[in-house]
């Protein structure tokens, strides 16, 4: 099986984009499509950057398997994605709490 293609469902199974991985292991989005195309080559020093924004060995990449993610990785990723899920909603929630107070504050020294 292709790096490409690992690289690829990789990418599908984490619902990320091209950008954002190309962003977050240090390349421009052009050669990362080349390289899950499998139009480039991948270095020795990019392969580590993958390794290490998956979390995975490299033998991943080298093995033949397309079994690229342990069932208990894959979990793991999906109760990260809930968790930083409902981060961004607590987030949510405290900056409308934040206005609402800055409003009753307001409304209080203004003697309304």
Known sequence: MKIGYKLLLLRKRNNYS??????????????YSRL?????????????RFCDFYNIPPSYFLSDTENII????????????????????????????MHEVNILKS???SGA
Do not use: M, W
């Not at 809930?82 to 987030?91: F, N, P």
């Open 107 to 109: 409304k209080l020294f």
């Open 18 to 31: 091209q950008e954002f991985i190309a962003e977050n292991v240090g390349v421009s989005q052009s050669t």
């Open 36 to 48: 899950e195309s499998d139009k480039s080559i991948l270095k020795g020093y990019l392969l580590k």
């Open 70 to 97: 342990p069932k208990d990785q894959e979990a793991l990723n999906k109760k990260l994605q809930e968790k930083e899920r409902l981060i961004y909603q607590l987030k949510s929630e405290i900056s409308d709490l």
